[in-house]
């Protein structure tokens, strides 16, 4: 794959506020990268300076080879939809579709044509002659989306596509953007504050916190590796725990002792990040190592499955979660005081 | 890692700017120099002139403390300042309990009582100073009532202060109309659930809920008091107020010095009022949250008929005082003969010169309309929508706010000074038509702006944007998409200044010549010389015009909105 889009040393000031800081990043042509982190971290104001809408305090972008630094929007080349959808209430479907095709003295007939081709695209055929009001959000959506393609633009860029439509929609229109993505290889941006989201549709990620870039990578990396405990903390739930690293590869938590890759020269205090799937119920058999046994102290229901806080003596009574399904609790017997051993999956575990 | 870093001396990166951004530029700063030649620079003229000799040489502050020395002149402030408390402090109560009747409580015919009580603004303000000379003058149909109170003379102080009250309640009406509608039904419902009485509701939600819409009623009507100068002119007399002091100084006595230094005295209650509405206005909007649910009035028979017994009584007083001035209109010679004719309209309209004035006026407010539409939104626009020129955002601001604190009394003063002067290259807009549209353009810039404001906030933000991204220029979408959903406030707008056009009085007073006299005007110099019949008349004519001119701008609106807002209706309907 080809680098499309370069930025370097992006900073943004807003009077004494550092609102981005020393943001580099190469995007490459087709891919789908999503800008995840919490709000007010410069995920959105970043996307603003790609398309122009803003301008950075320093840095530069390259676009397709050609520096795109100080272009005023209407110069670049992006289609943009926007969480509010902006579509214009007053024309009809066909006319917000087509608006960007008529300025470009496209002959009628084949604006037509390239207006219904859209809306096919979009799975919306035949509703040129609403109005943007007779449409439901999701709907909306998809017409701001045929809008930003309708130029055939280099990139797409998507803030918060998503997030003003009902849960049900939105997991529906994720898997269309995704797939009309890839049908179309147009490199794509989108914000996002749903780490989900992300998770499901990027090629990669790009998580940002206070201005900064905190790790870039694809969504398995992100989750699995990440590489500062705010990435850790941010995307997915993941269990925080204090122990003290031993040369040899010991980790003591509590009282207790487990086996662990890291290697240490000298000994020292860590903290111990480690998703609740990687702390597991069963398969134990007996003089299994990094088994502990713990209490039950509070069950989540969240369907077919729950989120269970077990507290143990052996690890210092620090609270770790764990999913277990609900089959299994059933089986098992297991309830708010219930005992039962779990085993810490050494592998997966990260250290901060 | 904080955030927060010293300020980097570095030179920002500066985006280049499309040519369409420099057109919207260009534009903006159009606007700008407008409002500077008509507006900063003739205010700026009037401080000059009250700084100096009648040579023109710098004197300091000694037509000010001449001023001050002059017995007479301190006799018309002392008059205005007290008979605009005295009209303040007995109309803001009766407006508030109107505005009280009308929102929070169950009568009938609400509309109706709205509607008559807001009249008055549809004919200049002194059609109440006519009306009280045919109930209380000297031939006056209840000259005894008035005798009874132990008044032997409606001209004068009684007369002002009576004429003004009717004069400003409308005013005062609409600003607590809007406090009290913004109520939280949450916090009476909360108040009852904890068994609070009525009185303590009214005392402890109602009236701190309305505080500033009362502050702000009070300090309107103080200033519209303060600033005006037909009901003064016409029921006045002998008791001279600082309004009539400025245009006998400046047109009787040509002594322009002293004239500009009461213009800055009337400049400064306004100057005070706007900038505690405006920072008012500011505490005001934090006030209700978007979560607020409006409150809605419970059925109270009695509190109901006692409002409704109330709002009678009022708008009874307002008919008898529009009705008046209609019914003595046609009167053929009042008061020994009163059988109905014409001839005070025949007379009038006959007689060229009101006939012109009154076409005059047609002109002036059509064109007013029209120009001022277009300059107000078009300015709005290009400061809400466009980007860049951020340095002359807030100017434009300040200078679209500030004829709300200008009196007309003193713009029109203003506009003397600036376009009288021989080495003005717009000398020769004076006493022209044109100068009198883009004063009363002027005049009521800030209430147009306003409304555009809020009306182009509505749209989404983000559409100039997405038609960037289109590489369509902002021309195109203001004209497709902008403009068509902003048809309803540029109605609002242009009958706004349509109808101030009509009936305004006091900036363009100093500004007609004889080809350009205005039918308000006409109303002056008809009732000067005696002709209160044929005065009558002519402001019957002009609320008879501002009525149909409403009218049909709401008509002309309701063909707009179902020609050109089809797309607010959901499917199906």
Redesign the interface.
């Known amino acids: 794959m080809t680098d499309y889009l370069h930025l370097q040393g992006i900073e943004k000031?807003f009077?004494?506020?550092?609102?981005l800081h020393d943001i580099h990043l190469t995007i490459a042509r087709g891919e789908f990268v999503c800008f995840l982190g919490p709000s007010g971290c410069g995920k959105t104001t970043l996307l603003r300076i790609i398309?122009?809408?803003e301008?950075?305090?320093?840095?530069t972008i390259r676009q397709a080879d050609r520096d795109i630094?100080?272009?005023?929007?209407?110069?670049?080349d992006?289609?943009?939809v926007?969480q509010?959808?902006?579509l214009?209430?007053?024309?009809s479907i066909f006319d917000n579709v087509a608006?960007?095709l008529v300025?470009?003295k496209t002959p009628r007939a084949q604006v037509a044509s390239r207006v219904d081709e859209l809306l096919k695209l979009v799975g919306l055929p035949g509703s040129g002659a609403?109005?943007?009001?007779?449409l439901s959000g999701g709907q909306q959506q998809r017409i701001a989306l045929a809008?930003?393609l309708?130029?055939s633009?280099g990139l797409l860029l998507l803030d918060e596509p998503l997030s003003a439509l009902d849960a049900l929609e939105r997991v529906r229109l994720r898997q269309e953007i995704r797939s009309l993505q890839r049908k179309l290889g147009v490199t794509t941006i989108m914000v996002t504050h749903d780490q989900e989201e992300a998770l499901s549709m990027a090629d990669r990620i790009v998580v940002m916190n206070?201005?900064?870039i905190e790790q870039v990578g694809t969504p398995m990396e992100v989750y699995r590796d990440p590489t500062t405990p705010f990435v850790a903390d941010f995307v997915g739930k993941i269990n925080v725990l204090d122990g003290r690293l031993h040369p040899g590869g010991s980790l003591h938590i509590g009282a207790s002792r487990f086996a662990c890759g890291q290697q240490t020269a000298a000994e020292r205090d860590v903290k111990i990040y480690l998703r609740p799937e990687d702390v597991l119920a069963r398969p134990i058999a007996p003089g299994d190592s990094n088994v502990f046994n713990g209490a039950i102290d509070k069950i989540e229901f969240l369907g077919s499955y729950c989120l269970v806080r077990v507290t143990s003596p052996e690890i210092g009574q620090q609270p770790v979660t764990v999913y277990l399904s609900l089959n299994y609790l059933a089986e098992q017997n297991l309830e708010v005081g219930s005992r039962l051993p779990l085993r810490l999956l050494p592998e997966r575990m990260r250290f901060f | 890692m904080s955030a927060v870093l010293p300020l980097s001396k570095a030179p920002s990166l500066v985006q280049r700017a499309h040519w369409t951004d420099r057109i919207a530029h260009a534009v903006l700063l159009a606007v700008t120099v407008a409002l500077f030649v008509f507006l900063a620079l003739p205010l700026f003229l009037i401080l000059i002139k009250a700084l100096q000799a009648p040579d023109g040489s710098f004197i300091g502050l000694a037509n000010f403390t001449s001023y001050l020395a002059s017995p007479s002149l301190l006799q018309s402030l002392w008059h205005s300042v007290w008979v605009s408390l005295l009209v303040t402090v007995v109309t803001v109560p009766l407006a508030f309990v109107f505005a009280y009747a009308l929102t929070r409580s169950c009568m009938p015919f609400k509309g109706l009582f709205r509607t008559i009580t807001l009249v008055p603004l549809l004919a200049p303000s002194l059609l109440s100073a006519i009306s009280l000379i045919y109930w209380f003058g000297n031939q006056g149909a209840a000259r005894g009532t008035l005798q009874a109170f132990g008044f032997d003379n409606i001209y004068g102080a009684p007369g002002v202060v009576i004429a003004e009250c009717f004069a400003v309640f409308p005013h005062a009406l609409m600003i607590l109309i809007t406090a009290l509608s913004l109520a939280d039904a949450r916090l009476y419902e909360a108040a009852a659930a904890l068994g609070t009485s009525t009185r303590r509701r009214f005392f402890t939600i109602t009236l701190p809920g309305a505080k500033y819409g009362l502050i702000s009623a009070a300090l309107v009507s103080f200033t519209l008091v303060m600033t005006d100068f037909g009901i003064p002119k016409v029921i006045g007399g002998n008791f001279n107020m600082l309004a009539t002091d400025v245009f006998k100084l400046v047109i009787g006595q040509q002594d322009f010095q002293r004239g500009a230094v009461v213009g800055l005295l009337l400049l400064t209650p306004a100057v005070v009022t706007f900038a505690v509405d405006w920072f008012i206005q500011r505490k005001q909007t934090a006030m209700l949250g978007a979560r607020a649910v409006p409150l809605r009035p419970k059925r109270s028979p009695r509190f109901d008929a006692a409002m409704t017994i109330y709002c009678v009584v009022i708008a009874a007083l307002m008919l008898a005082m529009i009705g008046m001035a209609v019914f003595a209109s046609f009167a053929s010679f009042w008061p020994y003969n009163l059988t109905p004719s014409l001839k005070h309209y025949t007379m009038g309209l006959v007689d060229a010169e009101v006939g012109d004035a009154f076409v005059n006026s047609l002109k002036l407010a059509a064109g007013t309309a029209l120009f001022g539409t277009a300059i107000v939104f078009v300015g709005a626009y290009m400061l809400e929508k466009t980007r860049g020129a951020t340095a002359l955002r807030p100017i434009v601001r300040l200078l679209a706010m500030l004829p709300m604190a200008v009196p007309g009394l003193v713009l029109g003063l203003g506009y003397i000074f600036f376009f009288n002067l021989p080495d003005n290259p717009l000398n020769g807009l004076y006493h022209t038509l044109t100068l009198l549209v883009l004063c009363t353009v002027v005049h009521f810039y800030t209430t147009g702006h306003l409304t555009a404001v809020t009306a182009l906030k509505a749209l989404d933000a983000e559409f100039e944007a997405v038609s960037a991204s289109l590489k369509v220029p902002f021309y195109k979408t203001f004209w497709r998409v902008t403009l068509p959903i902003c048809t309803p406030a540029l109605v609002d707008i242009a009958r706004y200044f349509f109808i101030n056009a009509m009936t305004t009085i006091s900036a363009v007073v100093f500004l007609y010549s004889p080809d350009t006299k205005l039918a308000s005007i006409a109303i002056l110099n008809l009732d000067e010389a005696g002709d209160t019949g044929p005065a009558a008349a002519c402001a019957v004519l002009i609320a008879a015009a501002s009525t149909v001119a409403t009218l049909l701008f709401m008509g002309f609106g309701r063909w707009i909105e179902r020609r050109t807002q089809a797309w607010r209706q959901p499917a199906g309907q």
């Open positions: 000031n009077g004494a506020f550092r609102a398309a122009g809408l301008s950075q305090s320093a840095g630094s100080r272009l005023p929007p209407a110069e670049r992006y289609g943009i926007f509010s959808y902006a214009f209430p007053n024309l608006y960007g300025n470009r609403k109005f943007p009001a007779q809008r930003a309708a130029t633009p206070q201005g900064a």
